[in-house]
């Protein structure tokens, strides 16, 4: 069984500081690592994606994966309010599949 | 026009109804999904078609029948559903393996 873990939270973080949201995945043979964002009542909306062990940067957003401790972070910088969200992590295993297994999200909460 | 549409928003139906949830993806992707969303659960994934032909079914009940007659349209039909499968439904699409872009999801209840 492919299981994706991560905290439920809440997590909470003022309003400027880095927020940083934990993965981990049992499937040694994943290949491709995603984070969506949800908001109450909408659909997951993509805000990540990263192949390679390392860091990934997309302004505020910054994705570290760990394929050895099978570990994969998401760091947000200077956040605000309209960041709070359920963060989503997904997982695919092996090349070219197209089955993603998802945690059960994280709820974060910006406070102003 | 959103890239990835799903009617209808809302649906309420018994347990001896018969409906459907259409979705229909304008990104020009080859790859449709079906997931199911209930509260305190992951994501769950249902059906993938790629080219229209499903190559995934994730030991859903056959009271959920998938249907795709174009790598653009997908469609869930139900019918004689149980009350366990209220839940939020969502479809997605890809381009091959790529990332997965949802629709707003059809929230169903069954009475």
């Known amino acids: 069984q492919k299981e994706v873990e991560q905290n439920s939270g809440p997590l909470s973080v003022p309003e400027g500081a880095i927020a940083s949201l934990n993965c981990t995945y049992s499937?040694?043979?994943?290949?491709?690592f995603f984070w969506y964002r949800q908001y109450s009542g909408k659909s997951p909306e993509l805000i990540m994606f990263?192949?390679?062990?390392g860091d990934k940067e997309d302004g505020r957003f910054t994705a570290q994966l760990n394929k050895a401790s099978q570990y994969v972070s998401l760091l947000i910088r200077d956040s605000q309010p309209s960041d709070s969200a359920t963060y989503l992590c997904a997982v695919t295993s092996g090349a070219g599949s197209y089955q993603l297994t998802f945690g059960k999200g994280t709820k974060l909460s910006v406070i102003p | 026009e959103t890239g990835v549409t799903q009617t209808p928003r809302h649906l309420v139906m018994g347990m001896t109804n018969k409906k459907s949830l259409k979705c229909e993806q304008h990104l020009g992707h080859n790859a449709m999904y079906w997931y199911k969303q209930s509260a305190k659960k992951p994501l769950e994934l249902m059906f993938v078609y790629n080219f229209k032909e499903q190559t995934e079914n994730n030991s859903v009940p056959s009271r959920f029948s998938p249907e795709c007659p174009n790598s653009s349209h997908l469609f869930l039909h139900l019918h004689t559903l149980q009350p366990e499968d209220s839940a939020l439904y969502l479809c997605?699409?890809?381009?091959?393996?790529?990332?997965?872009?949802f629709g707003d999801g059809t929230r169903l209840s069954i009475l």
């Open positions: 997605a699409s890809s381009q091959d393996s790529r990332p997965q872009h």
């Open positions: 990263i192949y390679s062990n």
């Open positions: 499937d040694r043979g994943s290949q491709s």
